[in-house]
T-cell receptor, first 115, second 113 residues
Framework: EAQVTQNPRYLITVTGKKLTVTCSQN?????MSWYRQDPGLGLRQIYY???????DKGDVPEGYKVSRKEKRNFPLILESPSPNQTSLYFC??????????????FGPGTRLTVL | LAKTTQPISMDSYEGQEVNITCSHN???????ITWYQQFPSQGPRFIIQGYKTKVTNEVASLFIPADRKSSTLSLPRVSLSDTAVYYC??????WGGGNKLTFGTGTQLKVEL
């Protein structure tokens, strides 16, 4: 089954404790992205990656890191989480092909609480 | 990416047709219009995409006037399960792959009995 998976689905942590949220897709997509969703603010893009070893900032990259060492994986790293990073996080992937409009496939989400 | 404007919320009843309009006055020549649906605590799901005139699939129809400055998502005979947030996005070829993607706050559709 074609899908985007995220782990963990739920995470409660404390301020300053480094954490990683994993994202994996099995569709051989080139493009992957991370979003956070907060009440009243909709979905905001954090980082995206057009291919292996190619990443770029979205609208709200501060406090986050990403890496793309393999095509299928795109982990989101919070080196020193703070309470304002409490949010619902989504990973997404797509073909990212030039010359045609693209559609995103989203993971199930990770609900993060930073105390 | 072109900025989009949608109603914050809409209410409907089961069996009715629902039309959600999105304004995108500064849409570019090569921009497509895409709609996503999101249920609580789930990731958005692609519904439909179009460039001009009308597009129909098994879920919805998308109407785009000649000037393309707006678009209307039409959901025929809605049911309770169509209660969700609907997002309108506008962008050009490879915009999903090569550029930042802005969803906005979407339209909360509530369907009642």
């Amino acid at each position: 089954e074609a899908q985007v998976t995220q782990n963990p689905r739920y995470l409660i942590t404390v301020t300053g404790k480094k954490l990683t949220v994993t994202c994996s897709q099995n569709m051989n997509h080139e493009y992957m992205s991370w979003y956070r969703q907060d009440p009243g603010l909709g979905l905001r893009q954090i980082y995206y990656s057009m291919n292996v070893e190619v990443t770029d900032k979205g609208d709200v990259p501060e406090g986050y890191k990403v890496s793309r060492k393999e095509k299928r994986n795109f982990p989101l790293i919070l080196e020193s989480p703070s309470p304002n990073q409490t949010s619902l996080y989504f990973c997404a992937s797509s073909w990212g092909r030039r010359g045609q409009a693209d559609t995103q496939y989203f993971g199930p989400g990770t609900r993060l609480t930073v105390l | 990416l072109a900025k989009t404007t949608q109603p914050i919320s809409m209410d409907s009843y089961e069996g009715q047709e629902v039309n959600i309009t999105c304004s995108h006055n500064n849409i570019a020549t090569n921009d497509y219009i895409t709609w996503y649906q999101q249920f609580p605590s789930q990731g958005p799901r692609f519904i439909i995409q179009g460039y001009k005139t009308k597009v129909t699939n098994e879920v919805a129809s998308l109407f785009i006037p000649a000037d393309r400055k707006s678009s209307t998502l039409s959901l025929p005979r809605v049911s309770l399960s169509d209660t969700a947030v609907y997002y309108c996005l506008v962008g050009g070829p490879n915009w999903g792959g090569g550029n930042k993607l802005t969803f906005g706050t979407g339209t909360q559709l509530k369907v009642e009995l």
